[in-house]
């Protein structure tokens, strides 16, 4: 089946540093879409791509999804320690309605 | 956030022992899903619901089943649980289509003995 990985599991960065979080799909991809989750809290949607080769921009975070619909990118510049969450990625294939969800990336930001 | 409410939010239980879990929206969304949570694994699905009395397999299915009889109302019933099944569960809706996001509730912690 549909497997989407993303890389690293863990990273831990000191406030102001930038951080990326990778998405790779064994599959293409229609869209993408990108969900934050606090530590103890539920995922809340962030953004979605559709297009290949989309870039958006909220604020400080960068999303891309890239020319082959198989992987994406979220890169946020000069962290925050309110940016301390897990980062997931979500895609449907196909026509299917199911979202595959991605092993999410787990960010720490100290002061 | 949402109108999507889940019950209970955390429940212990004994192995073998059955367990159902409550979804309640107030949103009048189409789909609504069941997630598991666990460590490396993010989220995967469970079964899902496309209308009143419509339901399908999610990838880890083997052990739970669902039912919808209204719109606002999702459940998921462990018929005898194990402790495998030991995880945060989530419920999700979201509109119709594909490009629509979706939205989680609070999330039940779920611990089986």
């Known amino acids: 089946g549909q497997q989407v990985m993303q890389i690293p599991q863990y990273q831990h960065v000191q406030e102001g540093e930038d951080f990326t979080t990778y998405c790779n799909s064994s599959?293409?991809?229609?869209?993408i879409q990108w969900y934050k989750q606090r530590p103890g809290g539920h995922p809340v949607f962030l953004i979605q791509l559709v297009k290949s080769g989309e870039v958006k921009k909220q604020k400080r975070l960068t999303f891309q999804f890239g020319e082959a619909k198989k992987n994406s990118s979220l890169h946020i510049t000069a962290t925050q320690t309110t940016d301390v969450g897990t980062y997931f990625c979500a895609g449907h294939t196909g026509t299917a309605s199911k979202l595959t969800f991605g092993t999410g990336t787990r960010l720490q930001v100290t002061l | 956030d949402a109108g999507i409410t889940q019950s209970p939010r955390h429940k212990v239980t004994e192995t073998g022992t059955p367990v159902t879990l409550r979804c309640h929206q107030t949103?009048?969304?189409?789909?609504m899903y069941w997630y598991r949570q666990d460590p490396g694994h993010g989220l995967r699905l469970i079964h899902y619901s496309y209308g009143v009395k419509d339901t399908d397999k999610g990838e880890v299915s083997d052990g739970y089943s669902v039912s919808r009889s209204k719109t606002e109302d999702f459940l998921l019933t462990l018929e005898s649980a194990t402790s495998s099944q030991t995880s945060v569960y989530f419920c999700?809706?979201?509109?119709?289509?594909?490009?629509?996001?979706?939205?989680f509730g609070d999330g039940t912690r779920l611990s089986i003995l």
């Open positions: 949103e009048n969304h189409r789909y």
């Open positions: 999700a809706i979201s509109e119709l289509g594909q490009l629509q996001p979706q939205h």
């Open positions: 599959t293409t991809l229609s869209n």
